[in-house]
């Protein structure tokens, strides 16, 4: 059976999904000796978890643990059931992860932030419970993506604890549901869709198995025949006066695939909006026409949950950007859950798709290099396969602030890491624009190296930390420093779009000052201000994203008070600091 495809697993008529979170049980295995125990026929000592959930802020003695730990449950699967293909999906697991039912290994997989599907066809009891065991850890090696630590190579600017490469906890567990799933055993595996402005959408369908037959598709109240052979076929179809999807008016269409034999053997349903996004000189266009983003680099970070999926935390996040009058997020630092995406169609979201690729650095053996650059490669081809069909996604980004100069952070010279880097994403770019040419892709840098690095990806995106990280507490020179970076980039590489995806300051919530100084939300406040204002005078400037949402949890350092970044113009919780009353007032009048 062909499992390529990472479809949601939508009920329909022929399909069911249920969820079977809730309360698990979980052990440790500090030594990892789980395995040579054999745990996976029963955890003889356990404490009770949430799943889904991050383990580090439920349980005080694992707060900073990201070693091995075992999960157990049981589940009962109904006979009526027998015959049907059955499946597990995992929509999140931070790291790796190894799977058993009842004491049999059925599979696994490493990379979080992303779904993966186990068949349990085979292994399934059909007369008791089934004990499901799950094995997670999320140790920070240097081959992985985000690649943690080298810490005489590269770190953040101080130290830190956790030691990672990269400003966010390094959360750990079973982070988004798991679902029991099952299909027929021919059933629609994988479906790319395409739209044009007319309403015309090709549809490429694949088949759990070299079936041949036909798939009657239908969405808008229009209707296509597909022939399918060994698996495979495309066609389209064509919506009169399509209702075109856009921030203003995020109108959905459900999509119907059936494969009939000639009755019917399997019906997919999704949602799908009409809409085409292009870089057109140094234009961003959505339905031909441009567009600017207003709105934000985020985290999966909630109070209690850790990284683990709350759905009520989402869409109040969204309900808050709608306030703000934003129309646009970045999924920084890692691809979010199916049902942020989701949301984000339906709410009207543009939405920078962001892989785990944060802060690589180009200093390792080639060996290692090259074990990342296949990881990477492959998190882009799951990623790409599991938001393809999403309207909100408008840009492909690889990366976020790779190093691209030929010294590290501690200024120390890395001979040949500027060319490893370019190297590196040529390679992931060029694969993304094959994986979907009807994309923009980039990446995200802080500083550009050589002008090879301006001329990887489609759009520019820049972070910008002038009146933080330097020039401190000067936000007039921070202007002036914009403003030249601003004309550099354009100098170096004209005819390019540019975003400027990262910008702000830390302000714990309830700090004033007068005059504005750091720390305080006057003077995170006014600094939004100031590069909204001069990014406004830019016309090649598509959009601006201050950094960050939220507050989100850090490891513990001198920098992050709280063990928070501060840089959010909500709390954590979710309470507007100054800034967010600032972006009001710009957003809601201006429209940039
Ligand atoms: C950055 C990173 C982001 C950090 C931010 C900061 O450039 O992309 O992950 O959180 O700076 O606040 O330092």
């Known amino acids: 059976r062909a499992s390529g495809g990472l479809l949601y697993p939508h009920e329909s008529v022929t399909r069911t999904t249920r ?23 029963g955890l003889a000592q356990f404490r009770l978890i949430p799943v889904p959930a991050s383990w580090n802020e439920i349980f005080d003695d694992v707060r900073n643990y990201t070693g091995t730990a075992w999960y157990e449950t049981y589940l009962n699967v109904a006979r009526s059931l027998k015959g049907q293909r ?29 779904p993966f599907v186990i068949d349990i ?31 005489g190579r590269f770190a953040m600017t101080v130290t830190h604890y956790p030691q990672t490469t990269y400003d966010f906890f390094p959360f750990t567990g079973i982070h988004r549901p798991v679902l029991l799933c099952t299909m027929p ?14 309403g015309r959408v090709t549809i490429d369908v694949a088949t759990s198995t070299t079936w041949t037959g036909k798939a009657k598709v239908s969405a808008g109240g229009s209707t296509a025949t597909i022939a399918i052979r060994d698996g495979r076929g495309s066609g389209s179809l064509s919506i009169a006066n399509p209702r075109l999807w856009s921030p203003e008016d995020p109108h959905l269409y459900t999509l119907s695939v059936r494969l009939e034999d000639p009755a019917l053997l399997d019906e997919y349903r999704m ?65 979010y859950s199916d049902e942020a995406m989701m949301l984000a169609d339906e709410l009207g979201f543009l939405v920078i798709d962001e892989s785990s690729g944060v802060s690589l650095v180009f200093a390792d053996p080639p060996a290692t290099i090259e074990a990342r650059r296949l990881r990477l490669e492959d998190e882009m081809r799951a990623l790409v ?57 980039t990446l995200v840098g802080h500083d550009y190296g050589p002008d090879e690095w301006l001329e990887l990806g489609d759009v520019i995106c820049a972070n910008k930390y002038g009146g933080w990280y330097y020039l401190v507490g000067q936000l007039d020179k921070a202007r002036g420093a914009l403003v030249g970076a601003i004309n550099d980039i354009r100098k170096r590489m004209p005819g390019k779009p540019v975003i400027i995806t990262e910008f702000g300051a830390d302000a714990v919530a ?83």
Not at 142 to 147: F, V
Not at 303 to 323: C, T
């Open 385 to 441: 396969s599991r938001d393809k069909n999403h309207p909100c996604v408008i840009l492909w980004s690889v990366a976020n602030e790779p190093q691209t100069k030929p010294f590290n952070t501690h200024n120390v010279e890395t001979p040949g890491a500027v060319e490893a880097g370019v190297r590196f994403f040529k390679s992931v770019i060029g694969l993304t624009r094959t994986l979907d040419p009807t994309r923009p892709v």
């Open 121 to 151: 066809t085979d292994a399934v009891l059909f007369d008791g419970p089934n004990r499901l065991t799950v094995q997670v850890e999320n140790k920070l090696l240097l081959e992985r993506s985000p690649a943690v630590p080298d810490t």
């Open 510 to 592: 309830g700090m004033h000052a007068q005059p504005a100084e750091m720390w305080s939300e006057e003077y995170q406040s006014e600094m939004i201000e100031m590069y909204i204002e001069v990014a406004k005078t830019f016309p090649f400037i598509v959009g601006t994203h201050p950094w960050a949402f939220a507050d989100f949890r850090t490891s513990q350092s001198v920098t992050r008070v709280g063990a928070l970044n501060h840089k959010g113009v909500f709390t954590r919780d979710r309470r507007p600091k100054l800034a967010a009353h600032t972006l009001r007032r710009l957003w809601k009048t201006a429209g940039r």
């Open 19 to 41: 969820e079977i979170g809730g309360v698990w049980r979980f052990r440790t295995d500090p030594s990892d000796i789980g395995e040579r125990e054999g745990w996976e026929n």
């Open 271 to 335: 949602k799908i909006g009409v809409r085409t996004v292009a870089v057109d000189g140094d234009r961003l266009l959505l339905n031909g026409k441009p567009v600017f983003l207003r709105g934000f680099g985020k985290h999966e970070d909630f109070p209690v949950h850790g990284r683990g999926l709350d759905v009520a935390s989402i869409v109040r996040d969204f309900e808050l950007m709608k306030w703000l009058g934003a129309n646009s997020f970045r999924t920084s630092h890692y691809p």
């Open 185 to 198: 055993e021919v059933c629609v595996d994988d479906i790319t869709v395409v739209t044009t402005l007319s």
């Open 86 to 114: 059955i499946v597990l999906r995992f929509g999140s697991v931070q790291y790796a992860a190894k799977v058993w039912l009842n004491g049999k290994a059925v599979g696994g997989h490493v990379g979080g932030h992303l």
